[in-house]
């Protein structure tokens, strides 16, 4: 959220392509003694931040966290972060040789060998790791399925309950006239 101060100095900054005839504008909220080529400069940068997360959400599980603890959350984000470091710097490695790799490719590239080397180290073949997490899914499914169905409610006979005694009201002997 963005709170709006009056005593603070905003800046529009518009950048356009002559070429192209493109137009962006950028807000900042930067001390007035700051160049303007840093400005555009760390403007034109978002895309790659935005580009980064876009790749860790999708290709590394960044939003896969199911936890309710705040630490675990924080763990589980470093370690995605730590797995985005490890994959830009395989990629940058590659790029040397060809310079068409992405970000994304590389993650499946990674996840391809990972997947290949767990299954040799289960010692299972690729038609029979496909049939264990199909049978593992179903296992699944059938429980959820016979944990969420209506179970039937047994209504046993009570006995009927007694009826209240009623007070009796005091008999007097004496009648008053």
Request: proline fraction near 4%.
């Amino acid at each position: 959220m963005c709170h709006w101060s009056p005593r603070k100095v905003y800046w529009l900054i518009w950048a356009s392509n002559d070429e192209t005839g493109e137009e962006k504008f950028f807000l900042s909220n930067a001390p007035e003694d700051v160049p303007l080529e840093t400005l555009v400069r760390i403007a034109f940068r978002r895309w790659q931040v935005e580009h980064s997360f876009r790749v860790a959400k999708s290709e590394l599980g960044f939003t896969h966290f199911e936890g309710r603890n705040y630490t675990a959350l924080l763990r589980h984000l470093n370690l995605c972060l730590v797995a985005m470091g490890f994959v830009a710097e395989q990629t940058q490695r590659l790029r040397k040789k060809n310079p068409e790799w992405t970000l994304e490719q590389v993650c499946r590239a990674l996840g391809v060998v990972s997947r290949r080397w767990l299954r040799r180290l289960r010692g299972s073949s690729e038609e029979a790791y496909a049939v264990g997490v199909i049978d593992y899914h179903q296992a699944r499914n059938a429980a959820a399925r016979t944990s969420k169905q209506k179970r039937k409610v047994v209504v046993r006979s009570r006995k009927k309950p007694r009826p209240r005694r009623r007070k009796r009201k005091s008999r007097s002997t004496v009648r008053s006239p």
